[in-house]
């Protein structure tokens, strides 16, 4: 139900919802099913927490375009440790110029003491 309630949130079509109950659930659904469902999760008004709305933000990342790669790996305890986006646009111009690739990362600069790494990509005209 959550997996419903963060599509929901994130405006996925009902369609797209239909077709993820019936490939991950025993339940047998049928369009007005999803509408009724849809309805009241909408009318509950639930306010998500960071972690669905950090999800959120990373499912209509994904979703705005085939390309676009959004991912979270954890470390060892189950802690998020890696966040990385890469547009489609990005992954573009990596697999069009490979070699010509400038990573600049920083370290525990912030106030979260996270790493941030950047990759930027240029071609011979200056576009990047």
Same mark, same amino acid.
């Not at 405006?11 to 109950?21: A, E, F, N, P, T």
């Not at 440790?81 to 890469?86: E, H, Q």
């Given at each position: 139900?959550?997996?419903?309630?963060?599509?929901?949130?994130?405006?996925?079509?009902?369609?797209?919802?239909?077709?993820?109950?019936?490939?991950?659930?025993?339940?047998?659904?049928?369009?007005?099913?999803?509408?009724?469902?849809?309805?009241?999760?909408?009318?509950?008004?639930?306010?998500?927490?960071?972690?669905?709305?950090?999800?959120?933000?990373?499912?209509? !990342?994904?979703?705005?375009?085939?390309?676009?790669?959004?991912?979270?790996?954890?470390?060892?305890?189950?802690? %998020?440790?890696?966040?990385?986006?890469?547009?489609?646009?990005?992954?573009?111009?990596?697999?069009? !110029?490979?070699?010509?690739?400038?990573?600049?990362?920083?370290?525990? %600069?912030?106030?979260?003491?996270?790493?941030?790494? %950047?990759?930027?990509?240029?071609?011979? !005209?200056?576009?990047?």
């Amino acid at each position: 139900m959550k997996d419903v309630e963060l599509m929901v949130a994130s405006g996925s079509r009902s369609s797209r919802i239909y077709h993820y109950i019936r490939e991950n659930s025993p339940h047998r659904v049928e369009m007005r099913d999803v509408y009724n469902l849809v309805a009241k999760i909408k009318k509950s008004g639930n306010k998500l927490t960071d972690e669905d709305q950090v999800a959120e933000l990373l499912v209509k !990342f994904n979703m705005r375009a085939d390309g676009n790669v959004a991912r979270i790996d954890e470390n060892s305890r189950g802690q %998020t440790a890696v966040v990385s986006l890469s547009s489609e646009h990005m992954r573009k111009l990596y697999h069009r !110029f490979p070699e010509l690739v400038l990573i600049d990362c920083t370290h525990k %600069t912030n106030r979260y003491n996270y790493q941030l790494c %950047t990759l930027v990509v240029m071609d011979q !005209f200056g576009n990047g």
